[in-house]
């Protein structure tokens, strides 16, 4: 079984940027996407950002240019640089990683101010 700390949230202003890490611990098993998704109040969980263990990259539109994902796979740690945020980024930010099952972190909130 894989456990996923995240840790990096917090409140910024707009405009502002902050840089989340997710440690995944545990594994029995390759870990192979890892990634972050984020689901603001009343809205459902989107995706923002995933990278393979080749490092292959996808953002979501919303993101794109500004979000920049990245991984230490000895570390098995994957972080997501977040910059020149806009109040609508404000959500629970969770790390994702796929292995033997889904697993998924408790989450950390990410609040930007305008």
């Known amino acids: 079984q894989v456990q996923l700390l995240e840790s990096g949230g917090g409140l910024v202003q707009a405009g502002g940027s902050l840089r989340l890490s997710c440690l995944a611990s545990?594994?029995?098993?390759?870990?192979?996407?890892m990634g972050w998704y984020r689901q603001a109040p009343g809205k459902q969980r989107e995706l923002v950002a995933t990278i393979t263990s080749r490092g292959f990259t996808y953002y979501s539109d919303s993101v794109k240019g500004r979000f920049t994902i990245s991984r230490d796979n000895a570390r098995k740690t994957v972080y997501l640089q977040m910059n020149s945020l806009k109040p609508e980024d404000t959500a629970v930010y969770y790390c994702n990683a796929e292995s033997d099952y889904s697993y998924w972190g408790q989450g950390t909130q990410v609040t930007v101010s305008s």
């Open positions: 545990g594994s029995r098993f390759s870990i192979n996407a």
